[in-house]
């Protein structure tokens, strides 16, 4: 890291402030908060009391909070980490109450409207509707409330997540055929580094005060507290950007690979191309985006970004009609506030007609309205052709359990029932995902041609085969 003068001016301040207290550990000591000047290179301003030891211990964390917009708004570090009452994360630290993780419950006492649209999102619930979703249909079916800390450490949601056999972590299938899914030597770290990392891990304050389910700011993280998300998915501490969340590569962290590639199908499409192209010259920070600001959409312009008209919201499925990753696509289900989240998928025509007039409002601020009206026209017609290969494909297995030529026992480990799997969850997707966001090669070959002529036509085939092996 480059050093500045005043960066060395600030170290010997440092150094004398240190040498002048009398007790290191009582950090108390120091002078109040308003009574500390500490200049950093990029900010001369800021005052905090605990810059003094984190200006040498995490300097980077110190750098990059100068030059966020919360330090000219005079938002200490004291008021994201000393700790809410009843938050178990609590800790003492040098004369403060603090917590390492602050939750959306604090980020909530700035930006409740926020935290209270991310609420009902699929991104706060999206560790429960992934991974942990056996973890808590067996927390409801005992009556006990999923989000608590008793609960998880009872049950334990991270060992259920990596053993309980389930489509939503499906090499359980074939790892319970070759006896490692109950090994108490193998760790599925995949779950850990992989599914939680982007879906959120549960965060549990062990009796010992040891915290476990971090490092981690997975988007439906599942905080000590009570409450979901981790507003830093999106937002990376310290900095807080709002340029960093309007840009497709935040949402490409998680949306990309073979089940949801939109960072992919975004790049290729005409809009990614354009931003590829000329998206530094953007303004990023502009209060309110409008056409002026930029020269096509990103992620955040069409899902959340207020953009003319239409108002911003941390809720990602405001805007959309269907649901695109179930194994038959709905309109929208109804939302938390409503429903059961987890266990109940109820669609909701009326919030799905309003989602797509919502998006229309944002496609004709650059598009006519026979334009958009006509993308989507397609798009629905995509929809309901995948609906109708889904429904012949589930059909075939349940006539092959029936006759006998795959066994139940297993949903997950024999060849028809893989290609069942991998037509609803990787090529249907890209085939419906592709179509939405107008990326040509998702939409035919890395989907319909993928779905139709790869895995139906091979699952097809070795159902023929076991039926003329059965009929022998």
């Known amino acids: 890291m480059k050093i500045s003068f005043q960066f060395s001016l600030l170290l010997c301040s440092i150094l004398i402030i240190l040498f002048s207290c009398s007790n290191r550990e009582g950090f108390s000591e120091l002078p109040d908060q308003e009574d500390v000047e500490v200049m950093v290179t990029y900010e001369p301003n800021l005052k905090d009391a605990c810059i003094a030891c984190h200006i040498t211990e995490t300097p980077g964390v110190v750098e990059t909070y100068a030059k966020s917009e919360h330090n000219p708004s005079k938002v200490s570090c004291r008021a994201c980490h000393v700790a809410q009452e009843g938050d178990p994360t609590a800790q003492s630290h040098n004369g403060f109450t603090i917590t390492k993780v602050p939750s959306p419950n604090y980020c909530a006492v700035c930006h409740p409207q926020e935290v209270a649209q991310n609420n009902n999102s699929k991104h706060a619930w999206t560790a429960f509707i992934g991974q942990y979703k056996p973890y808590y249909a067996e927390a409801r079916k005992l009556g006990l409330d999923p989000l608590a800390q008793e609960t998880a450490k009872l049950l334990?949601?991270?060992?259920?997540?990596?053993?309980?056999?389930?489509?939503?972590?499906?090499?359980?299938?074939?790892?319970?055929?070759?006896?490692?899914?109950?090994?108490?030597e193998y760790h599925h770290n995949n779950v850990t580094l992989g599914c939680s990392a982007c879906?959120?891990?549960?965060?549990?304050?062990?009796?010992?005060?040891?915290?476990?389910?971090?490092?981690?700011?997975?988007?439906?993280?599942?905080?000590a507290d009570g409450s979901l998300g981790s507003c830093s998915s999106c937002h990376t501490r310290h900095l807080y950007s709002k340029e960093e969340a309007r840009k497709p590569e935040t949402c490409g962290q998680c949306h990309l690979g073979p089940d949801h590639p939109q960072h992919e199908i975004y790049s290729e499409s005409k809009h990614g191309?354009?931003?590829?192209?000329?998206?530094?010259?953007?303004?990023?920070?502009?209060?309110?985006w409008g056409p002026d600001d930029i020269d096509a959409p990103t992620c955040s312009t069409c899902h959340m970004s207020q953009f003319g008209p239409v108002e911003a919201t941390h809720n990602v499925g405001d805007r959309?009609?269907?649901?695109?990753?179930?194994?038959?696509?709905?309109?929208?289900?109804?939302?938390?506030?409503?429903?059961?989240?987890?266990?109940?998928?109820?669609?909701?025509?009326?919030?799905?007609?309003?989602?797509?007039?919502?998006?229309?409002?944002?496609?004709?601020?650059?598009?006519?309205?026979?334009?958009?009206?006509?993308?989507?026209?397609?798009?629905?017609?995509?929809?309901?052709?995948?609906?109708?290969?889904?429904?012949y494909t589930d059909n075939l297995l349940m006539e092959a359990y029936e006759k006998g030529l795959v066994s139940k026992d297993n949903p997950l480990d024999e060849t028809s029932e893989i290609y069942h799997y991998l037509i609803w969850h990787h090529s249907g997707r890209r085939w419906r995902m592709g179509a939405?966001?107008?990326?040509?090669?998702?939409?035919?070959?890395?989907?319909?041609?993928?779905?139709?002529?790869?895995?139906?036509g091979l699952m097809i085939n070795d159902l023929e085969l076991r039926e003329m092996i059965k009929n022998k």
């Open 156 to 184: 334990d949601p991270e060992k259920m997540a990596k053993t309980v056999l389930s489509p939503l972590v499906p090499d359980s299938g074939i790892l319970k055929r070759i006896g490692l899914l109950d090994d108490p």
């Open 199 to 223: 879906h959120g891990t549960f965060v549990i304050v062990e009796d010992d005060g040891s915290i476990t389910g971090l490092p981690n700011v997975g988007v439906g993280r599942v905080n």
């Open 273 to 288: 191309n354009i931003y590829g192209a000329v998206g530094e010259t953007w303004n990023w920070d502009a209060d309110d």
């Open 320 to 391: 959309l009609y269907w649901e695109l990753q179930p194994k038959t696509s709905v309109p929208q289900w109804k939302g938390p506030d409503e429903v059961d989240f987890v266990l109940e998928r109820v669609p909701d025509p009326e919030q799905a007609a309003s989602g797509r007039k919502e998006m229309l409002a944002v496609c004709t601020q650059c598009h006519s309205t026979n334009w958009a009206e006509g993308h989507f026209r397609e798009f629905d017609m995509v929809v309901e052709d995948y609906n109708k290969v889904w429904s």
């Open 436 to 456: 939405s966001m107008m990326g040509p090669d998702y939409t035919h070959w890395n989907g319909a041609i993928d779905t139709n002529m790869r895995y139906l």
